[in-house]
């Protein structure tokens, strides 16, 4: 790292001391982007890096809720409003017991460039709560969601801050959510995405970040005169990302091998096909099993307590939760003969992993363009709110094609070197960045 660079994260580091996910996304993002902004005269003197890195607002609170025992919970919530200069600001809320400050600081971050490489008008954020809907029943979600959207209200509206779901927050929490907004606030709008269909949601929501992720991968191979056809693919995960980015690498000729949870990973040599697929769907979706039950009823093998990348493979989806790859599993996958790498979840790979990618020059795609179908998808579900109207399918699944094309067209423009080499991570950094960038020196010290 250059001089620069390093002054810029020693004075980020002193702001945000013992919050490491939120500085490892801010030392990824600048060491792409400060050799740019360099290179830019129009930068010069704005600081314009150390106020993307700085969040326009955050809000921290108390959700105080009654369990089935009628016993007092206490949980704490959190919104991160980042960065609206392009727009409101837009970002899933999760619930999960390891969200902390510094998790949601780094997801907003990565959010901002997201956002932007879609090209839609939205702002970055992110926010949720330590509540586990997990254990939980059906009653106890409902109450927490109510109190936290009690708090919450007062922060969101649909043209200052959509929330949307993440990990832990699905249709059933988003529905809690969206009731107790209208009871408090007396009116139907689009302040939450990821809606049922039945009432404003989009179709392809469900979808869209496993789909996207795909499509961002078939863009990635065509640049090699390559198909998916016939490609051996390791995913990690087992949730909604996991599951539609499986089904749409069956669906275009793909061999998946790998799903896994966080108690270890199966893998089947056969290949997991859509009627497989439909088991694991059911398992995890309605009977919120575990994994093994896959390998206990199509007898093949579990791996317990590991994970899937030492399988030999031609792409790895790693779909999981972040610095869920190191760099002992890069080099396995390297070694087998991996050469691309797509990332479902929200920085899954160390920078360990991904220097060592960058390096093999394997085809390595951040999540902040390869999952940004989700967001993107949200951004039209937006749209449809506004117009009172729902598109087809097939009109929003072209759309969601459209704008991965788009993002994949960005990274290549910021991040082709003279030799022809693509380097993603800095073709996404640079590309979510100049928009913002230009957004906030347009609008004045901001």
């Known amino acids: 790292m250059n001089q620069s660079t390093n002054r810029f994260l020693d004075l980020v580091s002193k702001r945000n001391a013992g919050e490491p996910e939120f500085l490892q996304a801010v030392t990824e993002v600048a060491e792409s982007l400060i050799p740019y902004i360099a290179s830019q005269p129009r930068y010069k003197n704005s600081k314009i890096l150390e106020r993307i890195a700085e969040p326009e607002r955050v809000v921290i609170f108390r959700v105080a809720w009654l369990d089935d025992k009628g016993e007092v919970q206490v949980n704490r919530g959190f919104r991160v409003q980042m960065n609206s200069a392009i727009g409101p600001y837009k970002g899933g809320l999760r619930f999960h017991p390891t969200v902390t400050l510094s998790v949601l600081k780094f997801l907003a971050f990565e959010q901002v460039f997201k956002n932007s490489l879609t090209g839609l008008p939205m702002g970055g954020g992110k926010g949720g709560s330590d509540f586990d809907p997990k254990g939980k029943s059906e ?5 927490f969601c109510q109190s936290f959207m009690t708090e919450l209200y007062r922060h969101v509206g649909d043209d200052v801050d959509i929330p949307a779901g993440d990990i832990g927050v699905g249709k059933r929490e988003i529905g809690y959510l969206f009731g107790q ?11 939450l995405t990821g809606k049922a269909f039945e009432w404003g949601g989009s179709l392809i929501r469900p979808e869209a970040t496993g789909y996207g992720l795909v499509y961002f991968v078939e863009e990635m191979l065509k640049d090699r005169e390559e198909t998916l056809v016939g490609k051996k693919v390791l995913i990690s995960g087992s949730g909604n990302v996991a599951q539609f980015a499986a089904e749409k690498c069956i669906n275009h000729g793909a061999k998946v091998l790998t799903m896994s ?3 270890g990973f199966i893998y089947d040599p056969l290949g997991i096909d859509l009627e497989k697929l439909e088991f694991i769907k059911e398992l995890k979706n309605e009977r919120r099993g575990r994994i093994k039950a896959y390998a206990d009823h199509f007898g093949c093998e579990y791996h317990a307590g590991e994970k899937p990348w ?11 939760t972040q610095n869920e790859l190191a760099l002992a599993d890069a080099e396995m996958l390297i070694n087998n003969g991996c050469y691309c790498v797509a990332e479902g979840a929200n920085m899954p790979c160390t920078p360990e992993a991904v220097a060592a990618f960058n ?10 363009a390869a999952n940004a179908g989700g967001v993107a998808v949200s951004g039209l579900e937006m749209s449809q709110n506004s117009l009172r109207y729902s598109w087809g399918r097939e009109k929003v699944d072209h759309k969601l094609k459209a704008i991965m094309t788009d993002i994949h067209h960005i990274c290549v423009k910021y991040g082709k070197d003279e030799q022809g080499h693509i380097n993603y991570e800095k073709g996404a950094n640079v ?3 100049v928009k913002v960038a230009e957004a906030m020196l347009s609008q004045g010290v901001v």
């Open 139 to 143: 009653n106890e979600i409902m109450k």
């Open 181 to 191: 907004y209208k009871r408090i606030t007396g009116t139907f709008n689009g302040v």
């Open 261 to 263: 949870d966080s108690e």
């Open 310 to 320: 030492k399988i030999k493979c031609d792409i790895a989806l790693p779909n999981a």
């Open 359 to 368: 390096n093999a020059r394997v085809l390595y795609a951040p999540g902040k």
């Open 431 to 433: 590309g979510g960045f």
